[in-house]
Each structure stands twice: as structure tokens, then as C-alpha cells.
């Protein structure tokens, strides 16, 4: 049986090639303050963010809203770094 086929072969994860551009959506509690504080994370790791690369989706309540940032990844350690301290952030229920 080829590897592509077991099921039990360890998948690993795609090689991401860096520099790149790198999606970013980060769900929260809906507020401006959320949007803010998610953003000035985002550039503290990145550098500045034009605003063509940040999108915002409120959800049907208006409860939550998904930032949507798109960043020049460097390396792998300053994504860890990001995911890191965004999932530290108490307003922040999800980072994908």
C-alpha cells in the first residue's frame, strides 16, 4: 500500500516558504476596542498593517466579529510568537 493511502501514515504538516503572505483571523467579542488591540498586536510582530489587508466581518448578532489580518510572515517564530500573545488576549476566543 503507497503512503498516500495509509491511513496510518503520520501526515505532516505543509512546508510554508518564507517570506510570505499569511492569513490571519482572529474571532472575538465585537468592539472597537477589540479590533484596536487585535491590530496593534498584529503590527507589533509585522510592522504596519495597510488597511486593504484587514478585513472585519461582525457575526449575525453582532456579538463577535472576525478580524481578518493578512501580514508578511518572516519565519515560523514570529508566527509563534503572534498566535501566541493574541491567544493570550482575554477579549480573543479564537485564532485561526
Sequence with gaps: ???ELDPSAEQTAP??????????????VA???FHEEVIMVVERHA???PSDL?????SKKNTY??????IAATGVDQLQ??????????SVKMVL
Design 31 to 33: 468592539s472597537i476596542e
Design 15 to 28: 512546508k510554508i516558504e518564507f517570506p510570505c503572505l499569511y492569513p490571519i483571523k482572529i474571532i472575538g
Design 65 to 70: 466579529i472576525s478580524v481578518r489580518v493578512t
Design 54 to 58: 484587514i478585513e472585519l466581518r461582525p
Design 47 to 49: 510592522g504596519k498593517i
Design 81 to 90: 510568537n503572534l498566535f501566541d500573545e493574541l491567544k493570550a488576549l482575554e
Design 1 to 3: 500500500m503507497s503512503k
